[in-house]
């Protein structure tokens, strides 16, 4: 059956560094995938979105890889601040009207 | 631009009574999504509708959960009879299209508690 890994486990890392975050999947065949930052207490709110065709995708602070072989994507935070503490998902969808489904998310702790 | 609205915002209710959850939204988002979030996990989706229809309903305990979206707007979930298990934060969540894969809008989710 189709399974999305995220390191349960919470990230805690120093300000100032990158924050790298982990999505393996097996079984599954996305032709795209995203990540959220959800915050305790709300919904989870969209970060980035990268297709099957694409290597990376970058937004300000944020990177995302995506290695079809590997069947990963590495999820970065550079320059890290204590507002990046979040927990973030990991989703994939095979396109078109399939379902998306989530990771269970990592927390990240930045620590001042 | 107004975000996803959900009501209500808590809810507590005693196993085997039934519950309703309202979700509007975003204007102009063709698809909407139900989903139920356990403590600890990620949202799994219930239900996908794209204006009225059903897309997506494998994962809806169809026994219990039922949803409909009228008119291809406002949706409602509903549980009937509550099991403890379905204790969990309920997100709605809208795009503008599925078919070509756009993010999707949350809101803050309805929490759930079954005693």
């Known amino acids: 059956s189709q399974k999305i890994e995220q390191n349960s486990e919470a990230l805690n890392i120093q300000e100032g560094k990158t924050a790298t975050l982990t999505c393996n999947y097996t079984n599954y065949s996305p032709a795209y995938l995203q990540w959220y930052r959800q915050d305790p207490g709300r919904g989870p709110v969209f970060l980035l979105l990268i297709r099957e065709n694409e290597k990376e995708k970058r937004k300000e602070r944020l990177k995302v890889t995506f290695d079809t072989t590997l069947k990963q994507s590495l999820f970065h935070i550079t320059a890290s601040q204590p507002a990046d503490s979040a927990t973030y998902l990991c989703a994939l969808s095979g396109g078109g009207y399939q379902k998306v489904t989530f990771g269970i998310g990592t927390k990240l702790q930045v620590i001042p | 631009e107004a975000g996803v609205a959900q009501s209500p915002r808590y809810k507590i209710i005693e196993k085997r009574q039934s519950v309703a959850f309202w979700c509007n939204p975003i204007s102009g988002h063709a698809t909407l999504y139900w989903y139920q979030q356990i403590l600890g996990q990620g949202p799994k989706l219930l239900i996908q509708?794209?204006?009225?229809?059903?897309?997506?309903d494998s994962q809806l305990p169809k026994d219990r959960f039922s949803a409909e979206r009228l008119k291809g707007v406002d949706s409602t979930l509903k549980i009937q009879p509550a099991k403890l298990e379905d204790s969990a934060v309920y997100l709605c969540?809208?795009?503008?299209?599925?078919?070509?894969?756009?993010?999707?809008?949350f809101g803050p989710g309805t929490r759930l508690t079954v005693t």
């Open positions: 969540a809208s795009s503008l299209s599925s078919g070509d894969t756009y993010e999707q809008y």
């Open positions: 509708f794209q204006n009225n229809g059903v897309v997506d």
